[in-house]
């Protein structure tokens, strides 16, 4: 299976909250899915910053 990065755009990437470690987003995705009631919040590096952001898109595995 490989693994389909997760692309974003320069200008979704600025108005995007950043974290600077893998640990703060999986802090800040508990957080915010607990206190929506929510659970499919995920964290991915950017491709654009380099660093993490949240996202609510479904991650894309494609297996060849």
């Known amino acids: ?6 692309l974003t755009s320069p200008g979704t990437c600025k108005k995007k909250h ?3 470690s893998s640990e703060a ?7 915010r899915n607990k206190a929506a ?9 950017c491709n654009e910053c380099d660093l993490w952001h ?3 898109e479904r991650k894309i595995d494609n297996e060849t």
Do not use: C, D, E
């Open 37 to 45: 009631g929510i659970n499919y919040l995920r964290k991915y590096r």
């Open 18 to 20: 950043t974290y600077y």
């Open 1 to 6: 299976m490989s693994k389909i990065p997760q």
């Open 54 to 56: 949240l996202t609510t």
């Open 25 to 31: 987003a999986t802090r800040a995705k508990r957080r």
